[in-house]
Structures are given as C-alpha cells and as structure tokens.
C-alpha cells in the first residue's frame, strides 16, 4: 500500500514540475516551481523521508524511479554540454543539490521555523527567492 500511494505522489510530482532541459529552461524557475510542489504537498517529502527508513536497500519500483530521475540527471547532463550550467559538479549530484533546495523546507519544518520563522505569506516568498537564487548560483557556468 505505502509502495502505491509514493509511486502515486511521485507521477503526480513529476507531471506537475516537469523538466526537460537546463540549457532551456532556467534552474532557479524549476527549483522554484519545485518548492511551491513542495510546499503544497508536504506529504511528499514525509513519505520519502518514511521510505528511507523503512527500506534498507532497493525501494518499491526503484527501476522506474531511477529513470524517471534520470531524466534530471540527463537536463543537467544536456546543459553542461550546451555551457548553461557549470560542469564543476557532476550532473547526477547537482540534480540531487536542486532537488534538496527545493524539498528540504518542507521536509523539516520545524528545523525551518527554528532558523527563518514562521512560515507565513511572507517568509514563503523569502525562503522561495532564496532557493531559487542558490540554485541559480550554485549551477551558473563559469
């Protein structure tokens, strides 16, 4: 039941913030519209963090997960060799970087509200400016 309900918040995730390539499409926009997801669906986060400790190795589906990040892996991979992002990081780990930008604040709220204050109308639109500006400078091309 838990395998089918993640599998079902992940294809929702993925139609509703899709990528297709960084060299295109600007990191900071996708990592923005990634936390909105994010924070319209803190169950996401929950689940995957549940998920991580619950399995100790392969995961339900992990094949199919695994190409569907793989297509983040493969925007990023494409903007490198376009010189849209930077190549000093390798493309599998700065789409896992983004990916954490964008989730994190949902997934430890507490530890957010601890830090930056509550999460009203205002510090949402702090915290999503500063995510998208991390992004955008930890990916910019040399």
Known sequence: MFAKVLRTELAKVAKAVPVTSFAEDDIGDYV??????????????????????????????EDLRREHYGYKTRAVEDAQRRGAVTATLDA??????????????????????????????????????SVVEAARRLAKAP
Do not use: N
């Open 32 to 61: 923005g519209r990634a936390f909105d997801y994010h924070c319209d669906h803190p169950e996401l986060s929950r689940l995957l963090r549940w998920e991580g400790l619950v399995f100790a190795s392969e995961v339900p589906d």
């Open 92 to 129: 599998d780990h700065l789409a896992f970087l983004i990916l954490a930008l964008a989730g994190w604040w949902s997934a430890v709220p507490q530890v957010a509200r601890m830090l930056t204050g509550v999460d009203d109308e205002a510090e949402r639109i702090r915290r999503r400016a």
